[in-house]
């Protein structure tokens, strides 16, 4: 069954932002398509005013582009700017990494947080039957471990573009979902970052971040050409 984020306590604009972040978690949502508002107001049963005015703060984040002719999309980008953006991610995620290890921040209980979210990479390909479902949980516990550390080194202006980011790379892996790795395979990755966090060594750190990053970027170009 998909995990769909919670909408209670968000206003209406919040929650067509969050249908529109899931469906690009669940692989669903893809550079290039089209966001139509009546299609969007009627699937959340709501008007079209917090239709637009999501789209607007999606625009903010760099997630939907628009334009008068083709009207709302997904994020195009081209090689160079995805390539852009991965570099862009890396030295802001670099930044807080090298933070968290020189200022000794992770506590145990951050460090069993973080491994708890491993665990759930490792256990999730077995928790869905849909291709759908695997990928936005995958996606969501990818991007659940790096915000933790994001949020956890109360870089709060970091944390809000590298959340941006994260989203406009994963529309430009969306397009072959095996860049996007196995359960297996990113549970080891996030594991090896963890196990380096552990150390307070900044460049064993570094070395497993870059490397998971490394993966991504090698897939991105090979899968999407």
């Known amino acids: 069954m998909m995990m769909l984020p919670t909408y209670e306590k968000q206003s209406l604009s919040d929650i067509v932002v969050s249908y529109v972040k899931n469906r690009i978690l669940s692989g669903v949502l893809k550079s290039g398509d089209k966001l139509i508002e009546a299609d969007i107001s009627s699937a959340l049963n709501t008007s079209r005013a917090p239709v637009r005015e999501a789209m607007r703060i999606l625009n903010e984040q760099g997630i939907v582009s628009f334009s008068p002719r083709r009207g709302n999309q997904v994020l195009e980008m081209s090689p160079k700017e995805v390539l852009e953006v991965f570099e862009i991610r890396i030295t802001l995620e670099l930044q807080i990494l090298h933070q968290l290890a020189t200022q000794h921040i992770l506590q145990e209980k951050d460090f069993q947080e973080l491994h708890n979210l491993t665990q759930q990479m490792k256990n999730g390909e077995h928790q869905c039957s849909k291709d759908e479902d695997k990928v936005f949980l995958l996606n969501t516990l990818d991007l659940s471990f790096h915000r933790y550390l994001w949020t956890v080194s ?67 170009f090979t899968g999407n050409k």
Do not use: C, W
């Open 154 to 220: 109360e870089s709060s202006r970091r944390a809000q573009i590298l959340e941006g980011l994260f989203y406009q790379l994963l529309i430009v892996m969306n397009q072959d979902i095996v860049s996007l790795g196995t359960f297996e395979e990113k549970a080891q990755e996030h594991l090896r970052i963890l196990n380096a966090l552990k150390t307070n060594q900044s460049p064993l750190i570094l070395e497993e971040f870059m490397q998971h990053m490394r993966n991504y970027v090698d897939a991105t």
